[in-house]
T-cell receptor
Framework: KAGVTQTPRYLIKTRGQQVTLSCSPISGHRSVSWYQQTPGQGLQFLFEYFSETQRNKGNFPGRFSGRQFSNSRSEMNVSTLELGDSALYLC??????????????FGNGTRLTVT | AQRVTQPEKLLSVFKGAPVELKCNYSYSGSPELFWYVQYSRQRLQLLLRHISRESIKGFTADLNKGETSFHLKKPFAQEEDSAMYYCALTPTQGGSEKLVFGKGTKLTVNP
């Protein structure tokens, strides 16, 4: 079974631009969540989706948004990029909602650099 | 507020020595706790979770509610245990995927 796939692997953008990151969950997984990883803050929860609905959102500004499609694939968008948005963005999928019910499977991440 | 603290950024032991990676948490309710591991050039993956009460790759973790700790232990470390280890918690109510992670501990097992 293919793992969680994130595209692209690397992105370089300039301040003020916007970016869209994509995540394809493991086949059959319906829950997708996103995390931001930086050296200073570590891993921080962005949001989670289940059945195309956002179920929970982390403490990030409204410039960060996401969505989930009927095939469970998910995208996240960051508008008006700032230097501090440079990070590794990780997507995780699970079979059902609730990480205590089924473990999260992480992708390799998208490395975003904002210059 | 939910918080996970891993006091050691770096931990170095010799092969065959016992290892303990510390994790303390702060949460007013009853959380579910996990250890995730990231080996070099691999993706983040679940090592073990409190609810399973299992031992994975020789690692165990005991939840101590009095001390709000969930330390990860292995009696005899192996070189292949060298990795980044993250402790994480999630609230058991609400069925959320939200994990609160600690900053991680980099374990190096020397030959």
């Amino acid at each position: 079974k293919a793992g969680v796939t994130q595209t692209p692997r690397y992105l370089i953008k300039t301040r003020g631009q916007q970016v869209t990151l994509s995540c394809s969950p493991i086949s059959g997984h319906r829950s997708v969540s996103w995390y931001q990883q930086t050296p200073g803050q570590g891993l921080q929860f962005l949001f989670e989706y289940f059945s195309e609905t956002q179920r929970n959102k982390g403490n990030f500004p409204g410039r960060f948004s996401g969505r989930q499609f009927s095939n469970s694939r998910s995208e996240m968008n960051v508008s008006t990029l700032e230097l501090g948005d440079s990070a590794l963005y990780l997507c995780a999928s699970s079979l059902v909602q609730g990480s205590y019910n089924s473990p999260l499977h992480f992708g390799n991440g998208t490395r975003l650099t904002v210059t | 507020a939910q918080r996970v603290t891993q006091p050691e950024k770096l931990l170095s032991v010799f092969k065959g020595a016992p290892v303990e990676l510390k994790c303390n948490y702060s949460y007013s309710g009853s959380p579910e706790l996990f250890w995730y591991v990231q080996y070099s050039r691999q993706r983040l993956q679940l090592l073990l979770r409190h609810i399973s009460r299992e031992s994975i790759k020789g690692f165990t973790a005991d939840l101590n509610k009095g001390e709000t700790s969930f330390h990860l232990k292995k009696p005899f470390a192996q070189e292949e245990d060298s990795a980044m280890y993250y402790c994480a918690l999630t609230p058991t109510q609400g069925g959320s995927e939200k994990l609160v992670f600690g900053k991680g501990t980099k374990l190096t097992v020397n030959p």
